[in-house]
């Protein structure tokens, strides 16, 4: 048994604590295949030379399945979107810099994201009258070739202590190869859920101005994301992403937001 030196976030399916300079993330309802695929992604960043924590080792602890890295000592962004509210567009740009980094990385190792999302939406608990809506939106969309992670946010980027390494980029569970537009919405989403409207918005418009992507193209992706992360959602969230999924239904697929 591990004696953690403290727990870091506690989540309604994981544990991730800190111990010896190392932390850990346990999944209390996860099996061996999707632990070690978050390993396998991780370790393919890191290939890639994306700034990600070292893994060491993938085991069992008290019967839950665990994966243990580096601790990276530093700021999380969303530490330093709290402490400096009047310095939130400086945040949102680092993060889009770590962002468009990832999605310049090698993403051949990595599963197809619309596959991944076809799977997700058919085994949700959405109707299938909605169903057949997105898996149509789905199959007119490019599939694109780009890394994404899937889930860049303030929380999974953070500034090392002494800040010469840059960003270091954790969580790789759910990251693809795909739309850079699908990486874009999804963390349009988390800020929007995190930090409300105002924020996902300025990160939208900086995203779009960092790069040549177009907010119409990114809007369009919205609704299958919110629908591929249903399953892993609180409460909460689950009603702001039906709000989005039901919105672009209702109004025949241009999307409301």
Known sequence: MIKPDRVIALRTDRTIFQY?????????????TQVLREAGNLAAARKAA????????????????????????GETLAQRMISREGDRAAVLAAMIKAQLEVQGADASFYRSLKDEFHSRIMRSMLG???????????????????????DISPENLILPEGGTQGIV?????????????AD???????????YGRETAEEYLQLYCSAGSALRKD????LPLVAAYRLSDSSRRERE????????????GGSCSI
């Open 20 to 32: 010896a300079g190392r932390c850990t993330k346990v999944y209390l309802h996860r099996d061996c």
């Open 50 to 73: 994306v700034r990600t924590p070292q893994l060491f080792e993938v085991k069992r602890i008290e019967g839950c399945w665990a994966l243990t890295t580096e601790y990276v000592r």
């Open 128 to 150: 299938e009258d909605v169903k057949v809506f997105l898996m149509d939106r789905l199959t007119g969309l490019e599939g694109g070739s780009t890394l994404c992670h899937m």
């Open 169 to 181: 980029i954790v969580d790789w569970e759910c990251s693809c190869r795909g739309s850079a537009e």
């Open 184 to 194: 874009a919405a999804a963390s349009w989403l988390s800020l929007d859920l995190e």
């Open 218 to 221: 990114i809007v369009q992706w």
């Open 240 to 251: 702001l992403l039906l709000d989005v999924i039901s919105g672009t239904y209702k109004y």
